[in-house]
């Protein structure tokens, strides 16, 4: 089987991306931009390079369509992968390994270089075949996704640069998905993490005193807990339910006190949030007040990270974007799944702009290896992925 | 009046002791050890001064009795007091003023020296008039109570000096009463502070993994406050402190980055148990507590005292009879407790030996490590002739 694919340039230029150890922390993307400069060049494309950040290369291919004032579809990839335990893995990680099944051995074939590639590729063949589409691609190539790209995406989409770009719709990544369907992401949760203090009188651990730091503390964590465990029996009770449509809590630290027989001026509980896109931020807020004054005296809350609220992608014939994408996967038989994502991606900071972003990799019958060992793609999946977008990009950027 | 006190030698010794200044921290016992082998000299009795640990010495004054192979009465008092913010005192604490209405002001007028010095004036007393008692009196005057004793009597106590005294009954301290009745304490709780570990997979902060560390962690911590809860009720309904186990959340520690689920968040409590709680119940409760709470959660004792039985009050214990029978003569009314604090006694019932904190001090404030702490003369002097018949019916038992 691996014999079937080594002459095959698409899958080729796939595991010379995977190849480039652009792994956290520390990258070094310059191989990665010297990489994408050539796939330009070789396809035809523009290639702009941003650095809102020293060493923190953007890199922007372009495609101009045959109305370029119009507004443009992004097709965003990160270029940076999570570090590997090498020693777990059956071949080395950076290798891009074709086993006799097809199977491409490497961090980032599932997340994300395989997408990154797989747009180039399918952008290649609409070239060659002489179609020129209506809107422009912009092909973008992003770093430090994977440790929240504080210094790609997220300050990029600021920028007048990304202003003058005059997005209208994006994609980004999705997840691969073990059976037939593909899995489609229109949003978000918003990452809440707070620190709640509890303060009381001290005094010797001998007494009963009321009002101590040790009672609210007990309180607070009843609350969260209580919350956390409502939202993991609404999601165990329907099976339509993913993670990503609950609102999850987690204890993650907790700190305070002195010594062992003395009570406690302070002891804190620190939550780390994540809020389903169907919560009103102003109502949370307010239970969360609410439980820190039921709590007793001097229980207060910091954040540390506060999202704000970012509307979902509309999945509906308000978008035409989306209605596009729909008919065209339609066309092709494709069993589409549309989720609310569990994690964080760069979509959030597109939306956040106010740009309509879905997160698709065209990954089914793929098991979910992303940051684990042994991460794979099958050749003939990835092939598949090239021929869906060929479809894809036509269908968004005819809208 | 204050006239007549002031040159009152009883109370004049008991000054004398109020003066030098062992308090903590770092204290010099040199003055002490003095002072009470004078007092030895001036009653004729023998004096032995044990350093188990150098720099704190136990001072044993030994009154032989009639039948001296008989066990032992042990009066047992500390040197030592707690420090003062003297800012807040009405007169100097180390310099035992006694004001115009008779109160007597100083730092361990309540806790313990007036005590120790009942004692002694007590034996001063019998002695010279010519008592003889049954059983041989030791008195002793141990270091570092107030710090919790490990140099003083935990190590005297444990030490082979302490077996030959063949001590068989002891008096120590209790506290002061604001009423007519006197407070005698028989046991303490069992102080105990634990750690509990909960342990959990790690994983990403945006998932609802089972068996999380924080689930386990908000299990445990219910578990003990609910404990508390339950046990603050009894104390708000008037049980005395000494006879609810108290339970505290003190620290809490553990998790790396606010996304991750951590491998481990502990909490610590402490915790005195009530004397009529089966020990091992509570232990098997709580290891029970971690298994419920799920896999891997562990506890450690930080401090684990050992269980000590309160000196029995039930008539099998003749001295405590005598006691209440010699105090209710004297048209007094005693009630005995479990002490909230801890004392020495403990280290003496540890080894076996019945012992009852007895601070013989009525209608007193009790301002034991507060400022102004003081007693009234008359109190003392009421307190002496109390102590007189008391140790007159112990060391005849």
Known sequence: ?399 | MRGEWVNDPVVQRFREYLKIPSVHPDIDYGDCVVFLKQQANEIGLPVTVYELVPGKPIVVITWTGLQPKDSSILLNSHMDVVPVYEEYWSHPPFEAVITDDGFLYGRGTQDMKGVGMMHLETIRRLKTAGVRLKRTIHMCFVPDEETGGTDGMRKFSESEVFKKLNVGFCLDESMPSSTDALIAFNGERTSRQIKITCKGVPGHGSLLESNTAGEKLHYIVNKFMTLRAEEKKKLDNGAALGEVTTINLTQTEGGVQINVLPENLSVSFDIRIAPEYDHDAFEKMITRWCKEAGDDVIFEYIVKNPEVKNTKIDGTVPFWNVIKTTVEKMGIVINCATCPGATDARYVRRQGVPAIGLSLMTNTLPLLHAHDERIHVQVYKRGIDIMEKIVLAVANV
């Open chain 1, 1 to 399: 089987m691996a014999a079937k694919y080594e002459d095959n340039a698409a899958v080729a230029n796939f595991v010379e991306y995977l190849k480039i150890p652009s792994v956290q922390p520390n990258i070094n993307y310059d191989a990665c931009v010297t990489f994408l400069q050539r796939q330009a060049k070789e396809i035809g494309l523009s290639v702009k390079i941003y650095e809102v950040v020293p060493r923190k290369p953007i890199v922007v291919l372009t495609w101009p369509g045959k109305e370029p004032s119009l507004p443009t579809v992004l097709l965003n990839s990160h270029m940076d992968v999570v570090p590997v335990f090498e020693n777990s893995w059956t071949y080395p990680p950076f290798s891009g390994h074709i086993d006799k099944d097809g199977k491409i051995f490497a961090r980032g074939s599932q997340d994300m270089k395989c997408v990154g590639i797989q747009y180039l590729e399918a952008i290649r063949i609409l070239k060659q075949s002489g179609v020129q589409l209506k809107r422009t691609l912009h092909v973008s190539f992003v770093p430090d996704e994977e440790i929240g790209g504080l210094d790609g995406m997220k300050k990029f989409v600021l920028t007048n640069d990304f202003k003058a770009l005059n997005i209208g719709f994006a994609l980004d990544e999705g997840m691969a998905n073990p059976t037939e369907e593909f899995i489609i992401f229109n949003g978000e949760r918003s990452i809440w993490q707070l620190h709640v203090n509890c303060t009381g009188p001290p005094g010797h651990g001998s007494l009963l005193i009321p009002n101590t730091a040790g009672e609210k503390l007990r309180y607070i964590i009843d609350k969260f807990m209580d919350f956390r465990e409502e939202q993991n029996k609404i999601l165990h009770g329907d099976s339509k339910l993913t993670i990503g449509d609950v609102t999850t809590v987690n204890l993650t630290q907790v700190y305070g006190g002195v010594q062992s027989n003395v009570i406690p001026e302070k002891l804190t509980a620190v939550f780390d949030i994540r809020l389903a896109v169907t919560v009103n931020h102003v109502q949370f807020e307010n239970r969360v007040k609410r439980w820190c004054e039921e709590a007793g005296d001097g229980v207060t809350f910091e954040f540390e990270q506060k999202n704000p609220f970012v509307e979902c992608t509309k999945t509906d014939a308000s978008n035409p974007y989306w209605v596009a994408f729909k008919k065209a996967t339609d066309e092709m038989g494709l069993k589409l799944d549309i989720r609310i994502f569990p994690g964080g991606t760069d979509s959030r900071y597109i939306r956040r702009v106010g740009i309509p972003a879905i997160g698709f990799s065209p990954m089914n019958n793929t098991p979910v290896l992303l940051h684990d060992h042994d991460e794979f793609l099958r050749a003939d999946i990835y092939l598949k992925g090239i021929d869906i977008y060929v479809k894809l990009l036509a269908a968004v950027a005819n809208v």
